[in-house]
């Protein structure tokens, strides 16, 4: 199950950049750094400040309690790579020659590579860097180490670093081949994908209502010929990188929220400690039903993504706070939900007479570490053990100050003033702040999903194939119908009755010009968010020709979005929510279909290209990732911590070097 979406791409950066209003933000700087395909950020945590001492204390001690773990991971990912990391790290901070040498900047590209991939390999494609330096230079810089610093392996590091057929896949799914032997990672050891099958195939329990995560934290491999489990915990697999997280962790059980938070805390510590999962199972049904406490966290062996067969969790730790402001607009919606369902503009047999809204749970990080860092999801949804989930529910949050720094981040890369028409419209979406983007999510999670009933007899699967691209739709024109509604203003939500406007124009740039960028040349839309935005400004397009509404402008071969009538606009997607509700309510299977083949798959293939050659020029990197703040606690006369203190300033080498030093555990 995928549980932690992935902020791959590009994507969402592009579809959402805008600005904030906030004018703290001018100095700050999201950019940290650029190579390769990679941009890192930082990020902000706003309201850490105001928090409690306690609370601020708590969070101290469970994000020292995360990056204990990075060393964790690096090693998960690779047998060779904290070697690699140790070497490329020596040499690079002794190097003494001239530093824009080509040699030099190439080793300094690669280091920067594997912080990023937590290994030689890269995070997203597991693909092995390719170092651009030679192995003489190297071999020649290691002869300039200091003794100690000489690894007596070299000849073997050097193969794996050099050798393009050697781990050249950290995780190879492909078909037909023993995705175990073939696959870089360190999660298996001398063992083959059938004994590895077999093995477990011989200690699970198919009939078991409620099955451990079988090998979530182990290594497989053989002792004397048999095959066995090596388990990450203490005395075993990673103990004192473990040890340390737990150190940390018994810290914070002190100045936990509330008893609750306390036992979670502690029940970590015990699986930690035993490496029983279902000690880690109780762990989780305790965390999930934790709904009170405002600071959380997640740290663990959570993800499986870095597992061919999809069994051991990679490590990661991510701590968060619950955002009050955020969390406040979400309950104000929720509260207001049978409003907005009577005054929407479907027909009243298609509406719910009693209706209820969803209290979406908006959170600041504080910390990203092992998995999470520096490339991080967006949203967490944990647990991930299916029966855990069906019985006991489970906690999905979105991560809002980090999608607002990719927002940020996004607005120099040039993107709007490629694709924007002018300078008017460049700054409507300029002065607009990100809260348009945030009520649009809200309004579509809160309501959106849940507005509208079916008829009595009607199938809730009707629309087939097409079920998810046309519920998504609906969900869209609920929120963008609504964001242009003065009752916002009146519920305090937006202080500006056209703030509406910059939403609606990147909505139709998005779903008519700009999402194609993702599509490769040739294909159709498959996704079904895609499929559901480019149905609704194709739609609207279309439908409003006669009054103008919508206008493609060309200017020197480039096309543009030109929006005449924001009014009418509204007025589209008020119509359309009509027909789609109805669609669904009726369970009109051919009308459903007509509307997403007529403007929901094909591409304008001239268009395409365009937008393809047009962004390609912008050269914005397809990966970012983060750097985090650094927290140092302020103690009081008896040890207690007091307070504790936020600094964004360090750079992305700068905390990779300090990371290696100061959280060096295996
Ligand atoms: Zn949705």
Redesign the pocket.
Known sequence: MKSIAKFAAIALVAATSCQTKNSNDKEFNYVVDRFADIEVLRYKVPGFEELQPRQKALIYYLTEAAIAGRDILCDQNGKYNLAIRDLIENVYTSYSGDKNDAEFQALELYLKKIWFGNGIHHHYSTDKFTPEFSESFLRQQVAELPAEKQPAELDLLCDVIFNPEVMAKRVNQADGVDIITTSANNLYDGVTQAEVEKYYNSIKDPNDPTPISYGLNTRVTKVDGTVVEQTYCIGQLYSPAIERIVDNLTHAAEYAENDNQRQIITKLIEYYTTGDLRTFDEYSILWTKDTDSQVDFVNGFIESYGDPLGMTGAWESIVNFKNLEASHRTEVLSANAQWFEDNSPVDSRFKKSEVKGVSAKVITAAILAGDAYPATPIGINLPNANWIRAEHGSKSVTIENITQAYDEASKGNGFNEEFVIDDATRSLLNDYPFITDNLHTDL??CL??GSGRLLPGVDPDAMKAHGSTI??TR?DLFALYYLADPKLVELGLLDNPEAYKAEYYKYILNGLMTQLMRIEPGKDIEEAHMRNRQLIAKWAYEHGQNDNVIELVKNEGKTYIKINDYDKLRDLFGQLLSEVQRIKSEGDYEAGRTLVENYAVKVDPALHNEVLERYAKLNIAPYKGFVNPIYTPVFGADGEIVDVTVDYTEDYITQMLRYSRDYRTL
């Open positions: 579509h999670e959106g999903h519920e998504e969900a």
